[in-house]
C-alpha cells in the first residue's frame, strides 16, 4: 500500500503534514517529495515515471497560486491524482483551487478544499480501499465513531434546551 505526495514548495509542508500523519496511521507507505511543476519539471517527470512500477496506488498533488502540479502529474500518469490547493497570500487558495478543477476532459484530478488535505487522505484511503479489505474495515468503524459523536453531541443539544 503506497501513496505519493508531491508538494510545490517547502513552505505547503505544514498543510499538507495532517495527510501524511493520516495514512501511515492507516499503515500506507508515504513517498513524500517537493518537484515544482515549474522549477524542477525532469525530477518530476522521473519521480511520476517511478510511481508507475514502484506499487503506488494514489498520488497526492498539493500546490499554491497557479497549482499547475496536480494538472501536470495528471498528464503524466493514469494513476488517480487528488489535488490539493494550498492558500497562498493574494487569493487565499481560490486561485489554487480554480486552477486544479479546470482540467481539460481526460486529464482528470479529483480535488479536496482549500487545504483540505486531511480529506485528500481519507479520499486516497478510499480508493485504496477497493483493493485493501482493512483500509475499507478502519475507514467503516471511522465512519460509525464519527456519526455516534455526532449523535452525542445532538443529545447534548436536547438535554441543554428541554
Known amino acids: ?84 490547493p494550498i492558500s497562498g497570500s493574494t487569493l487565499d487558495g481560490m486561485d489554487a483551487l480554480l486552477s486544479i478543477v479546470q482540467m481539460p476532459s481526460g486529464i482528470p484530478v479529483a480535488t479536496v478544499a482549500i487545504n483540505g488535505s486531511k480529506n485528500a487522505a481519507y479520499l486516497a484511503l478510499s480508493i485504496m480501499s477497493i483493493k485493501h479489505e482493512n483500509i475499507k474495515e478502519r475507514l467503516l468503524a471511522y465512519r460509525k465513531d464519527m456519526e455516534a459523536q455526532a449523535m452525542r453531541a445532538n443529545d447534548e443539544m436536547i438535554e441543554k434546551y428541554k
Open 1 to 84: 500500500m503506497k501513496v505519493a505526495i508531491i508538494m510545490g514548495s517547502t513552505s505547503d509542508l505544514s498543510k499538507v503534514e495532517p495527510c501524511i500523519d493520516i495514512l501511515k496511521d492507516y499503515g500506507v507507505d508515504v513517498q513524500v517529495r517537493c518537484l515544482s511543476a515549474h522549477r524542477a519539471h525532469e525530477g518530476l517527470s522521473a519521480f511520476i515515471k517511478e510511481t508507475e512500477t514502484n506499487g503506488t496506488e494514489v498520488i497526492i498533488a498539493a500546490a499554491g497560486m497557479a497549482a499547475a502540479l496536480p494538472g501536470v502529474v495528471a498528464s503524466q500518469t493514469v494513476l488517480p491524482v487528488i489535488g490539493v
